[in-house]
């Protein structure tokens, strides 16, 4: 069911929260920034999805009866050989794209139901994303890079400054807010990627081979950063190959041809 919840005040958003603070304070719930989010049950759940590419005897089933439940907080690394529907998950996953057959709920929301403009903004609202070759805007500061999506969200100019000084700052890069992507190694785009994809406080963070253009220290300084996150409560489901990425999630699952095999 669809509660009102609101996000933690600025201040707090990176202060640790046991996990019973996961959900909304009576001050959260009558904060002006309050926004419609389910506060209980999973935060990802699909239910029997099947995803089908072409037709007649060239039909590829990427994706065959697929269930799976991400609960709030959780850790979930999701590995498999190529080819095996990880990437398509992550698609359906991320309001990207839509099962042949089977239901999605996010964050309680059935989103099979959705018209592509409520889907795009439910995609906006719920969801952080971060990408192997990390997709910063190479002509502007890291600092713009991370309040880009606050522009998109309609936060105001001042606030927007401030919370993306705060989380990069979060991510070891205070030094570094007026360099450009260029100016900076690949594990510190990476980590201005995840700062950009958490600003505006989504319910689920989705990572497609966030290591996966790293070498071995950048890529430990990475997950670090997502061990952090995950210790403050942000739901994270990454794609890896790698099973040191793998080890450090609170839970793997194995895509095999389509399915999941646990
Ligand atoms: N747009 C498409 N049209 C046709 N077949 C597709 C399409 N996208 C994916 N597939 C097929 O669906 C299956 C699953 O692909 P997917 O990209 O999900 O694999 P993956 O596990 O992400 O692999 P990798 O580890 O190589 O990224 C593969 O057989 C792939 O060829
Ligand atoms: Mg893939």
Redesign the pocket.
Known sequence: MALPHSRPASRRWFAPRRSSELLPTAMELSSPEAKPVAVKGPVAELLHVSKL??SGDTV?R?LDDVCLTVERGDYLAVM?T???????AMNILGCLDRPTSGYYRLNGVPVESLDDDALADLRNRELGFVFQQFHLLPQISALDNVMLPMIYAGVPPEERRERARQALERVGLAQRIDNRPNQLSGGQQQRVAVARAIINRPALLLADEPTGALDSRTTEEVLAIFDDLNRQGITILLVT?EQEVGDRARRVVH?RD?RLAG
């Open positions: 590419y072409g590829v990427a498999g190529s080819g095996s529907g990880k990437s398509t190959h895509f389509g």
